[in-house]
């Protein structure tokens, strides 16, 4: 079961419906700029089916500021049981929010929950990213994870090759 996670200023919460404003989140070219959903589009059938596709074991919250309730963004954990294995990622929709710190609160205070015994009991962490999106590789790189690869020229980006940078974290 998903729990709820607090931390200093947000809390995670079990994100189990859409709204509007994630499926406009998700159809904005500069919030999806260095992901790979800026190939789709988006709808409320796509977002509760995505909503759906997670199991008992994977993890998928809304991000919520504390002071004001409001949902700025969500992060999700998809589980890899027979290896106990976590792929992390996380988006912030809201715009105004970004370089505030909220995404960097969000991913360790999930992270940390994630790989505790008590808590989700993952053995390890897994995220990914293109080379380009520096402040996800600042976030990931700040929390702890450890680059264990990369794809080189992996995804097509402004006219021209991006490599993919791949993470991993273990308890």
Excluded at 5 to 28: C, F, G, H, M, Y
Aim: charge should be neutral.
């Amino acid at each position: 079961m998903t729990p709820s996670i607090p931390t200093e200023r947000l809390v995670l919460r079990p994100l189990s419906k859409v709204t509007a404003r994630q499926v406009a989140w998700l159809n904005d070219p500069e919030v999806v700029r260095f992901s790979e959903q800026r190939h789709r589009e988006h709808t409320m059938f796509s977002q509760i089916n995505f909503i759906n596709s997670f199991n008992d074991n994977s993890h998928l919250w809304g991000i919520h500021r504390i002071d004001t309730n409001e949902h700025i963004g969500n992060l999700s954990a998809d589980h890899d049981p027979p290896n106990n294995v976590a792929d992390v990622g996380i988006m912030v929709g809201e715009t105004r929010h970004w370089g505030q710190g909220y995404a960097t609160e969000a991913w360790r205070g999930a992270c940390t929950w994630l790989l505790d015994k008590e808590g989700g009991g993952m053995r390890k962490l897994e995220a990914g990213c293109m080379r380009a999106n520096e402040a996800m590789v600042r976030i990931i790189r700040g929390s702890g994870f450890a680059q264990e690869g990369e794809r080189a020229n992996h995804f097509w980006l402004g006219g021209g090759p991006v490599g993919m940078v791949l993470f991993g974290r273990f308890r």
